[in-house]
């Protein structure tokens, strides 16, 4: 085939007009296009056996040119148009095709010709991919971002940049219920690990809500954490909690892991902490929206090694006692399981686990519930390596902090790719009391905070158009 041939068999007839290339700020209109759309009539009342017995999806215009459809009425009283896409039946030995296997259901006596139908194509038929591919310089695209409730927030590469208040303005018209449009840093750097945004297109409104595994997340999206590719992770971890679970989250959010702990799973304990006042507001805001019973969480707001070190330590102590003195014994064994996720710092959270228990007597200690930690981290590479590498290295983070003899870690759970060389993991350890109680280890300085690349790489896309 020649150059010219192969190329211009890559090229829909139906595309927005050129003239778009390069426009920065959305003019509607300019979308407008004439175009000649190849149709078949046929007797409104035919319509059903046509679409139902005749394999015609193929050939048709298909829903891409909303709100065009695939038949629609013609002029004549009883009639109907079927509509091709001109690019799959561009072939007469295509067309004779589709007659003969119309004609096959609907008899040979039934007149069926093939007629041409000018339309207007405009702005609210062409999609997102299209209007993008036809605005961007060519060779820059543009095609992906995620949405969280009515706000839809983009990250940029420097050559989209020129355009993103049009490709705002583009999706706050295409997307349904979008009704803010706001660009992220590429980078969160910030303690509370909320993104700094830039608003795009319209309403100035960050306080959104959206559900997740059936339950209701409000929150000031400008103001919290929040990433719904965290879905799953949410899910298995507050899975693996039953109705003797002792469960504490350090780094809570606005609930993601206690919240549907506490619902599905009923724990007999529940304490959830974090450092960002903004993060428990809106998390005692979705307690309530859940109908959960306020008693049944303990909310804090304060540094998680303060939270591991004073709150966790003195709580499950207070507990021991009670199992002692209650008559109840026949109760299946109760699990402590800590939740640490911020990915970027909880390793340095480790230390505090150690010695935490040697402050009390040890005749209140009693050693029969087991210690999980779910420690979150991101385990980087500055040059490729195998992937079995990122593993090890996540396991060496931890061994490294908790400075044991054997390594606590006992599972290792990949999370997601962040980005090129960078794997989010959720290390599982199992403390043992000995670790519990061991002399601490003397307070090293304060690490400095990690940045977390917002960009995610085109296998891990939220939301691709
Ligand atoms: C990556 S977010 C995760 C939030 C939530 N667990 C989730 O899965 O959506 C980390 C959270 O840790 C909180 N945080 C940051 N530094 C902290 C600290 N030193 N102590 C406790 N929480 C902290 C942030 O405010 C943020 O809500």
């Known amino acids: 085939m020649s150059i010219l041939k192969r190329l211009m068999s890559t090229m829909s007839l139906l595309q927005p ?6 426009m920065e700020k959305l003019e509607k209109d300019a979308f407008r296009v004439a175009v000649d759309l190849p149709v078949i009539e046929i007797e409104a009342r035919d319509t059903g056996i046509v679409t139902r017995r005749v394999r015609l999806e193929p050939y048709l215009i298909g829903h891409k040119l909303k709100p065009l459809k695939n038949t629609i009425d013609s002029e004549k009283e009883g009639k109907k148009y079927l509509v091709f896409h001109p690019d799959k039946v561009q072939e007469d030995e295509t067309k004779q095709k589709i007659v003969e296997m119309m004609k096959r259901e609907l008899g040979d006596e039934k007149t069926l010709k093939w007629e041409t139908l000018s339309k207007d194509l405009t702005f609210e038929n062409w999609d997102t991919k299209s209007i993008f591919k036809a605005v961007l310089p060519e060779g820059i695209e543009y095609s992906s971002y995620t949405q969280t409730g009515h706000i839809i927030h983009c990250n940029f590469a420097d050559e989209v940049l020129p355009f993103r208040h049009l490709i705002a303005e583009v999706l706050l018209n295409k997307v349904s219920n979008c ?32 559900k997740e595994t059936g339950l209701r997340f409000k929150m000031d999206f400008s103001k919290v954490y929040w990433n719904s590719r965290l879905s799953h992770e949410h899910e298995r971890v507050s899975g693996l909690f039953n109705n003797q679970s002792i469960v504490y989250d350090a780094c809570c959010g606005i609930g993601p892991f206690v919240l549907p702990a506490t619902l599905k799973k009923k724990p007999r304990r529940v304490m959830a902490n974090d450092l960002n006042p903004e993060s428990v507001k809106w998390l005692k805001v979705n307690v309530g ?12 707001n304060m540094d998680a090694k303060l939270f591991i070190k004073e709150k966790i330590a003195a709580d499950v102590i207070r507990l021991m006692k009670e199992e002692s003195t209650s008559e109840e014994s026949t109760k299946p064994e109760s699990q402590i399981h800590v939740v640490m996720n911020l990915p970027a710092y909880a390793v340095n959270f480790l230390p505090a686990f150690r010695g935490v228990l040697r402050g009390f007597e040890s005749e209140e200690i009693s050693r029969k519930w087991k210690w999980n930690v779910y420690c979150y981290l991101f385990a980087k590479s500055h040059v490729d390596v195998p992937d079995d590498w990122y593993e090890g290295e996540a396991r060496r983070m931890c061994d490294e902090k908790t400075k044991w003899e054997t390594s606590l870690v006992v599972k290792c759970h990949n999370v997601r790719t962040v980005s090129s060389r960078k794997e989010m993991f959720c290390a599982q350890l199992e403390l043992p009391y000995e670790f519990l109680l061991a002399e601490p280890l003397p307070e090293e300085p304060e690490a400095p905070l990690e940045s977390e690349e917002s960009v995610e790489p085109s296998c891990k896309k939220m939301k691709t158009i």
């Open 179 to 210: 009704k803010t449009v706001v660009q992220k840093g590429n980078i969160i750097t910030n303690v509370y690990r909320n993104l700094d945004l830039e608003l795009l297109a319209g309403e100035e409104n960050y306080v959104t809500e959206i």
């Open 289 to 300: 929206l859940n109908k959960i019973k306020e008693d049944r969480i303990e909310i804090h």
């Open 17 to 22: 007009p050129k003239a778009v290339r390069g």
